[in-house]
């Protein structure tokens, strides 16, 4: 059974950079899929923020782009976010989630705050 | 950037009815890369219908997909009580994936 876990800082200051990790079980990050972010404002619909292939190649949401740098750690199993130069906007609960076209698999989420 | 509206904002039903989602493209998307998902409160969201029509792994029959071009639909055929819930529309890619969401359509019990 595929699990994914988000674990990082539930509380960032506004311009500070969010930094989240994904731990996944069950399946190896290297024997493929993309693995990706996605965000839902609290009360608010769904937004992919970006994935990336087991190889490391990236994809971002051209709107976040500038902001967002995605990784892959296959000797610990997981991959990061990091957003920069946060703002209230950017409060959400993070969804970490494997992506083949279609997101099947999907960490429980992790409320981030931005406030100072 | 493809825009997903999902219509009606809200549905009211009752258990054993019929429920008819709508999801409405800007431009016309491959139906190999139209998804649903359904969200419970305090929970991600749970894969039900992939590439338009196809069901994921484990989702009862009564969810089915249907649609092409920029016209999708999703029928519950009967309402259970565990089927009221938030449902998504997403377009993604194949390689990469990504794509966008519609705003949801919410159950509820009438």
């Known amino acids: 059974q595929v699990q994914l876990q988000e674990s990082g800082p539930g509380l960032v200051k506004p311009s500070e950079t969010l930094s989240l990790t994904c731990a996944v079980s069950g399946y190896s990050i290297s024997s493929g899929y993309y693995w990706g972010w996605i965000r839902q404002p609290p009360g608010k619909g769904l937004e992919w923020i970006g994935s990336?292939?087991?190889?490391?190649?990236?994809y971002y949401n051209p709107s976040l782009k500038s902001r967002v740098t995605i990784s892959v750690d296959t000797s610990k199993n997981q991959f990061s976010l990091k957003l920069s130069s946060v703002t209230a906007a950017d409060t959400a609960v993070y969804y970490c989630?494997?992506?083949?076209?279609?997101?099947?698999?999907w960490g429980q989420g992790t409320l981030v705050t931005v406030s100072s | 950037e493809i825009v997903l509206t999902q219509s009606p904002g809200t549905l009211s039903l009752s258990p054993g009815e019929r429920a008819t989602l709508s999801c409405r493209a800007s431009q016309s998307v491959s139906s190999s890369y139209l998804a649903w998902y359904q969200q419970k409160p305090g929970q991600a969201p749970r894969l039900l219908i992939y590439?338009?029509?196809s069901r994921a792994t484990g989702i009862p029959d009564r969810f089915s997909g249907s649609g092409s071009g920029t016209d999708f639909t999703l029928t519950i055929s009967r309402l259970e009580p565990e089927d009221f819930a938030v449902y998504y529309c997403q377009q993604y890619g194949s390689s990469p994936p990504g794509g966008t969401f519609g705003q949801g359509t919410k159950v509820e019990i009438k």
């Open positions: 590439g338009a029509s």
């Open positions: 989630a494997r992506q083949l076209g279609a997101t099947d698999y």
């Open positions: 990336i292939y087991h190889s490391g190649s990236t």
